[in-house]
């Protein structure tokens, strides 16, 4: 095994003021550090390098006297080769890289940036290869008054693995992990600095010869710096793309899986609880294969746990093609996310053979709906797409009449929609009453695939959770089924059932034979399930759960309803 550290110099402190009137001095920065290793002969081979602390800015002459700012962290590059194709043994081939960390100012000032980390790569190559690499942006500094704030997250950018096997049916696994850095603190009135964004784009590459391939790419966002009495820093973004298609490779895997993730960072605090904006998260994980395709796109907003601020929003995208395929897309907005930007998750197969996953959370905290969860669910026959969003305080999405399965999730819809659907649905008004309190709109529903053959099902499902008043106790918990539509052939929909539960009690359980039948039960129909507040609520939480299955013989052919829940 070879290693090789290398590690950055730590800057120099400004010095303090000698007299009155006299500012501080400005820290050094950080030193740099490139660490390279490479063999032909070792299996494994690590590069580990770490930039240098920038160094603390000097105190005034007096403590009214300005201070110096904090010196930048040290940047950080690492690189590592491994090709040992003759050799027995796994090839093994692991580079990282960490920023250093910003200095802190004297009694006044900005905090320094965090150093960077660029450039820190990975290749592996053998009868069996692994290649690693990891890098993370340096913290920033520590800044202190009024007017001044924490050094920025270091940057991170240009992480890359490759892993290739030369053997026949071996494998290889090639791993990308990209931090950016956190914020600094910001001290005695100063803000937080912000956290700096990760974003990575294809890479991660490899290639088998009849083996097992597995593609892991991860960028995270750095959380926002926080504050004693000033402004919290933002939180970093986060965007994970990976598109790879392996036919286009020398020789193909018999399986490739992928896992592509994206986290937001979280908005800094201050003493007061109010929070800056956390970070939105992205990933899109496309794979194409000629065998057995695994493909799944994780998105994390950033968690916002105070106020003022917002959770970041959630997209998730994952397409899979190959002979059979597994396609998951998962979307996670942050806690208070709100609005239009909630949780977004698309997942599509194209094969003759397995399935697609679509997962959509999120989790507004504002107002009585606390977590709101969708799931789309369908079988692989062709072209297949399952779509499942959540949002809160929103207006209903349009309504999707194209996917094979659809679970779409409102919570405390804005009032506009609410007295919209209302106004187009009269017995449904009448039933939820004058001044209803409409805690979600759901959108299920399910069709055929494209180019598919034989019966098909889809299951889509919307649940929500929600803190019960005191005020809502005296109230009937109510359904309104509206919008009802089937698509293609009544025919073609050999099979619709819906079940409705509310904590754990099955309330609703009906089936219908035909996509005419189901639209006329989602036909301004409204149920009243009882009182809330009987011994099944007695928690003081409810916890509904629709879900909708629908089986389909024939192209063109599906159904998709709507409901709406007062209590």
Do not use: C
Not at 302 to 326: H, L
Not at 345 to 356: K, L, M, R
Not at 358 to 380: D, R
């Amino acid at each position: 095994m070879s290693t090789v550290f290398v590690s950055g110099t730590s800057g120099g402190n400004g010095l303090n003021g000698a007299v009155p009137g006299q500012s501080g001095g400005v820290g050094g920065k950080g030193g740099n550090a490139s660490a390279v290793a490479g063999s032909t002969i070792y299996a494994t081979n690590n590069a580990f390098a770490y930039g240098g602390p920038g160094g603390a800015g000097g105190n005034g002459g007096t403590s009214t006297d300005p201070g110096g700012a904090g010196g930048a962290g040290g940047n950080a590059t690492a690189q590592t080769i491994t090709n040992i194709i003759i050799s027995p043994y796994e090839s093994i081939a692991r580079a990282t890289a960490d920023g250093g960390a910003g200095g802190a100012s004297g009694n006044t000032g900005n905090g320094g940036a965090g150093g960077k980390a660029t450039g820190t790569s990975a290749t592996a190559e053998g009868v069996t290869a692994e290649a690693t690499s990891t890098a993370t942006g340096g913290s920033g500094g520590t800044g202190q008054g009024a007017g001044f704030s924490g050094g920025a997250g270091g940057a991170v950018s240009g992480t890359g693995a490759i892993a290739v096997s030369t053997m026949l049916s071996g494998s290889a696994d090639a791993e990308v992990t990209q931090t950016s850095g956190i914020g600094g603190w910001g001290l005695n009135g100063a803000d937080g600095g912000a956290g700096a964004s990760s974003t990575l784009t294809n890479a991660v590459a490899g290639m088998t010869d009849g083996g097992n391939l597995t593609l892991d790419q991860t960028a995270i966002g750095g959380n926002g710096g926080s504050t004693a009495t000033g402004t919290g820093g933002r939180g970093g973004n986060a965007k994970s793309t990976l598109i790879f298609n392996d036919t286009t490779n020398a020789t193909q895997s018999a399986s490739i899986t992928s896992g592509v993730v994206a986290a937001g960072g979280v908005g800094g605090g201050n003493g007061n609880l109010f929070t800056a904006n956390s970070g939105n998260a992205e990933a899109v994980s496309t794979i194409t294969g000629s065998q057995v395709v695994t493909s799944s796109a994780t998105a994390d907003g950033g968690a916002n746990y105070g106020t003022g601020g917002a959770g970041g929003e959630a997209i998730a995208q994952s397409t899979a093609t190959g002979a059979t395929v597994y396609s998951d897309a998962t979307a996670a907005a942050g806690e208070e996310a709100r609005g239009p930007a909630g949780a977004s998750a698309t997942a599509t197969g194209n094969a003759s053979g397995g399935t697609v996953t679509a997962s959509a959370k999120t989790e507004p905290l504002a107002g009585q709906v606390f977590l709101l969860q969708s799931t789309a669910t369908a079988s692989v026959s062709g072209s297949s797409t399952a779509i499942a969003k959540s949002f809160s305080q929103a207006g209903l999405p349009g309504f999707i009449t194209s996917g094979q399965a659809v679970a779409l999730g409102l919570g405390l819809p804005n009032p506009l929609t609410t007295q919209a659907i209302l106004t187009n649905n009269p017995k449904i008004s009448a039933a939820f009453g004058p001044t209803p309190t409409v805690l979600a709109m759901e959108e299920l529903g399910g069709g055929y695939a494209t180019g598919g053959t034989g019966a098909e099902t889809s299951t889509s499902m919307v649940s929500f959770s929600a803190s019960l008043l005191a005020a809502d106790m005296a109230q009937d918990l109510k359904i309104g089924l509206f919008g009802g539509t089937y698509t293609g052939s009544s025919a073609g929909v050999t099979g619709v059932t819906l079940d409705i539960s509310a904590n754990g009690a099955t309330l609703v359980d009906e089936s219908f034979s035909s996509g005419a039948a189901a639209a006329a039960y989602f036909h301004n129909h409204a149920i009243d399930l009882g009182s809330l507040g009987g011994s099944l609520y007695s928690s003081g939480v409810l916890d509904v759960m629709a879900q909708l299955t629908v089986t389909t013989d024939s192209a063109g052919s599906g159904f998709y309803g709507k409901l709406a829940i007062s209590g």
